[in-house]
């Protein structure tokens, strides 16, 4: 890794991520306050049979309980967007975006070798991803505090939450970095990530929401992400090994294509 | 030592290795042949000097400069820069070399300081010419402390001149380094250019304004699609070439067409047209009794003897 690299990269980010966090932190304060104002309600209206369960526990989080009010913050569109920023929109731009500026070819007349270049930008994209978890983390714990629920929350459980978290994100970062070192151009880098996770994220949803589709959810890497068994004390290591090794593949794919690419001049 | 040393450098595009690569390529190969960037080259860039390295758009000059920096991987042959190869050793070749891209694109959010402390860092030596760069082409404090994307084409190139010279490289690889620059700034440029040949460093310079290589270059090559075509010292060049000549005389022409080294004789109403080709002895023999009233000698111009090698490489 580079440090010069590292800066540099933070400095470019830094006005974003401190957007990006805040909108986490509102995001994440949000949902214990609406569990803790409306999820009686909800649950009535889910007993009274008005509406589907599955409706109400989209992607294993749901509005019953704080916990897994505060997972569904993660698994909600809302909350995986704002992260993607991150973990797609830098990643995948971060080597075909300057590759298409003509700003690689500036920083790569260095004496930085091109593994050195991807270690540094997948560093930095997990420094970012971590970051946007623990602001939605720390949104989560304040909406519930707040509201008055904090003492149904085991704080010990947050830590294994964060890291799952990161690994999953960690793992789309990867893909997306993975793509951006394998294309001369943006477009079809952000194109081809972002149609991977809006395919796992469509198996994954289908699957919480039709039991004939659950067997399709192990495709999808937003099923190695429990957040709510995790805050509940029941913890998948076999999630963890399975988010690590899609990083260690999208690592390897990446380390081997990058430094044998010819980078022809930028058109 | 030679600074720059190629033997028979190929870059085939489309060109693929690997078993996938090779997949690739017999899928490919009915509908796209690989383009021929550059075939075989062979140059030798001596330390110390001003090497020009010419020809016009799509020739392979980037090509080249861009297997020299390890961007690009050669389909055969091999390069040295500095007496390492240019596959294996990209990054330590880089340590040693400063390079300006052509149309050179830079972080527009950054200032122009920022972005030199930026690039600066990333060469890993202290930029101990900076100063003197700034001083030269006139970038003040204040400017530097600007956005650069605020900066014009001109200021940019000028950044771009100080980021590939600041860390006083012992090989400058330049590529259209003048582009966008006024006639004070490619003055002060020269004169940098003077300075780093005073203390032996050695510039590689692309180009294709060919009254400045002919300006600062010791000798000079020509690549024509990803050919070759010349590569001998400027002076040489521009001594062998021919001369455009024109004379006026009273009383009957003196008879030029079996003069060695002239062609291209033409007679007019009381003047003759001709070229000349090496010395001009024999020429100002076989004038030597006619009565010349004007004798007009144009200077040899790198240009003309480069569209020659360029029409010559064109008809064999």
New interface residues.
């Given amino acids: 890794m580079n440090g010069a690299i590292l800066r540099h990269v933070w400095r470019l980010q830094r006005t974003k991520l401190a957007i990006v966090s805040t909108a986490l932190i509102i995001w994440g304060f949000l949902l214990p306050v609406i569990y803790a104002r409306f999820g009686s309600q909800f649950t009535a209206l889910v007993e009274s049979g008005l509406f589907p369960e599955q409706f109400a526990r989209v992607g294993g989080g749901d509005v019953f309980s704080l916990a897994g009010s505060i997972a569904l913050g993660f698994i909600h569109p809302i909350g995986i967007i704002l992260t993607s920023v991150f973990a797609v929109g830098f990643s995948a731009s971060a080597v075909a975006g300057e590759r298409q500026r003509g700003t690689l070819e500036v920083a790569l007349a260095r004496p930085i070798s091109r593994r050195v270049l991807y270690l540094s930008l997948l560093a930095a994209s997990f420094g970012f991803i971590a970051i946007c978890i623990a602001a939605l983390l720390a949104g989560s714990v304040s909406g519930a505090t707040f509201a008055g629920v904090v003492k149904e929350l085991a704080f010990r459980n947050l830590p294994l939450l964060w890291l799952n978290s990161v690994l999953l994100f960690g793992a789309l970062a990867a893909i997306a970095l993975a793509a951006s070192v394998s294309f001369d151009r943006l477009t079809p880098a952000l194109g081809l990530t972002l149609g991977i996770v809006i395919a796992m994220y469509v198996l994954e949803v289908l699957g919480s929401l039709w039991p004939a589709a659950e067997v399709l959810q192990p495709y999808s890497l937003f099923h190695y992400l429990k957040a709510k068994a995790i805050l509940t004390g029941f913890a998948a290591p076999f999630d963890v090994v399975v988010l690590s090794s899609v990083i260690l593949l999208a690592m390897v794919w990446a380390l081997v294509v990058f430094p044998r690419r010819d980078l022809a001049a930028p058109s | 030592m030679n600074a720059i040393e190629t033997v028979g450098l190929t870059k085939y ?1 489309g060109h693929r290795s690997g078993l996938v690569g090779s997949l690739l390529k017999r899928v490919r190969a009915s509908t796209s042949p690989p383009i021929r960037a550059l075939e075989s080259l062979d140059i030798a860039v001596r330390e110390g000097e001003v090497f020009g390295f010419l020809g016009p758009n799509g020739s392979g000059k ?2 080249t400069i ?1 297997l020299l ?1 390890g ?3 050669p389909t055969a042959g091999r390069g040295r820069v500095l007496g390492l190869d240019t596959t294996r050793d ?3 070749i ?2 040693r ?1 400063g ?1 300006l ?7 527009d ?2 200032t122009g300081e ?1 972005l030199l402390d ?2 600066g ?4 030596r202290p930029a101990s010419r900076r100063a003197e760069l700034c001083e030269r082409l006139e970038l003040s404090a204040h400017t530097l402390k600007r956005l650069v994307r605020d900066y014009s084409r001109g200021m940019r190139q000028k950044v771009g001149i100080v ?1 590939a010279l600041q860390h006083d490289p012992e090989l400058a690889i330049l590529d259209e380094p003048t582009e966008g620059l006024d006639p004070l700034m490619q003055r002060a440029f020269y004169e940098i250019l003077d300075t780093l040949k005073a203390a032996g460093r050695t510039i590689f310079f692309s180009s294709h304004v060919l009254s400045e290589v002919e300006r600062v270059c010791d000798r000079v090559a020509i690549v024509r699609e990803g050919r070759l075509v010349a590569l001998e010292e400027t002076a040489g060049l521009l001594a062998r070439r021919k001369r455009n000549i024109m004379m006026r005389f009273t009383g009957p022409p003196p008879r030029l067409e079996d003069v060695s080294g002239i062609t291209n004789v033409e007679h007019g109403d009381g003047y003759v047209t001709c070229r000349v080709e090496g010395s001009v002895r024999p020429f100002l023999a076989a004038i030597a009794d006619a009565a010349v009233v004007d004798l007009t000698i144009e200077p040899a111009r790198l240009e003309e003897a480069f569209l020659e090698f360029y029409d010559e490489a064109k008809s064999t």
């Fill in positions: 595009y980037s090509t861009r920096l961007f690009l991987h990209s990054v330590p880089r340590r070399v390079y891209p052509s149309g050179i694109a830079l972080y959010t950054l920022q930026y690039l860092e990333l060469s890993g980021q």
